[in-house]
């Protein structure tokens, strides 16, 4: 039987993410995001009209319609490649911000680069290469970092943290110890913002005063509360004792609402992407209201992308309109006057 390569093991992992995810329960079991324990004060009388209602924004100085992340999924195969096109497509169309899968399929194998390109139907979005930090300490490093930003031409590059994730793989990548000074490195060298992001388990406050003395521009806590990815490895584990392994993490991390408030404590000044669970546009106003810039929604547009270009546009659609309607009986003209309304904590 032929050897398979790094670049067809990464290929294969990729497509059983995929795959899992559109057909498994791999929710957290009983984790929530802790969304549901915040309410906006309703206002009767809003004082302004729903067509007054902007969702317009910023980050790194580009101007978003609507405060909305297609979180980073998937590239590095056939399939991925066709998501990720109907993705791009739908969200220069709305004007939002898309994150890529992580690129090191494309690093490894310069064939799979058609998988993430992208750029060409979505000129004008705000863009992000992803790589795996930890690979940092496996070879990679600036050049590696350029290679991916320079595929996507992003405008920033996420460098994710998934310990658990790896931890639970039979192959996972878990040499973490010097990580900070190599992203730092990073963060210091690249020509563009570097972003820190979970992968679903949670930034604590330590842990964002880490990464923003290493100089990272933005962080997304990407909380507890939706996929758990030590799930997804339990449907991928290739025995019993992995499968055990994997599940006992099923309810691990920090929920999405307190990570954001951790960030904020210990990294005020940076902005601040909360993706983990967003179901809805409601979610998402919570998350502003909450601390956040953006809000980063994964698994519904995966499925999404999936079904459609047209399905992904309606997703798109129904998200912004529920976000608009939030602050318009909240009283919130703006993202900014968002930012500024208080929630009411319900334990």
Not at 50 to 56: I, N
Not at 291 to 302: D, K, N, Q, S
Request: net charge negative; hydrophobic share 45%.
């Amino acid at each position: 039987m032929p050897k398979v390569t790094g670049a067809e093991q990464t290929e294969r992992r990729k497509d059983d993410h995929i795959r899992i995810n559109l057909e498994e329960e791999v929710q957290f079991p009983r984790v929530t995001t802790g969304l549901e324990r915040y309410r906006f004060m309703h206002q009767a009388v809003p004082e302004l009209d729903l067509d007054a209602v902007s969702t317009e924004t910023t980050l790194f100085g580009r101007r978003l319609d609507s405060p909305l992340l297609i979180s980073s999924m998937t590239g590095g195969t056939e399939r991925a490649q066709l998501i990720n096109r109907a993705l791009a497509e739908a969200a220069q169309e709305a004007r939002i911000a898309m994150g890529l899968g992580s690129q090191r399929a494309a690093i490894e194998d310069g064939s799979l680069d058609i998988t993430y390109r992208v750029r060409e139907i979505a000129p004008d979005v705000l863009l992000f290469a992803n790589l795996g930090a930890v690979q940092l300490n496996y070879g990679y490093g600036i050049d590696e970092c350029r290679r991916a930003v320079d595929l996507l031409q992003a405008d920033a590059l996420i460098l994710h943290l998934n310990a658990v994730q790896e931890a639970v793989q039979p192959e996972g990548d878990t040499r973490f110890e010097g990580l900070l000074r190599r992203i730092e490195t990073v963060c210091r060298q690249l020509e563009v913002p570097v972003i820190a992001k979970e992968v679903g388990w949670g930034i604590s406050a330590q842990a964002a005063r880490q990464l923003a003395s290493a100089g990272v521009a933005a962080i997304d806590v990407a909380g507890a509360g939706g996929t758990s990815w030590s799930e997804v490895e339990y449907h991928r584990a290739p025995g019993a004792r992995h499968a055990n392994v994997a599940r006992a993490f099923a309810d691990w991390g920090i929920p999405t609402a307190d990570s954001i408030g951790y960030v904020r404590e210990g990294a005020p000044g940076l902005p601040v992407i909360a993706s983990g669970g967003l179901r809805d546009g409601v979610d998402v106003a919570k998350c502003i209201a909450l601390g956040a810039e953006l809000g980063g929604i994964a698994g519904p547009f995966l499925r999404a992308a999936a079904e459609s270009l047209d399905a992904v546009r309606d997703l798109i659609w129904e998200l912004t309109t529920q976000l608009r309607i939030a602050m318009f009986a909240s009283g919130a003209a703006s993202i900014a006057a968002l930012q500024q309304t208080p929630l009411v904590r319900i334990d």
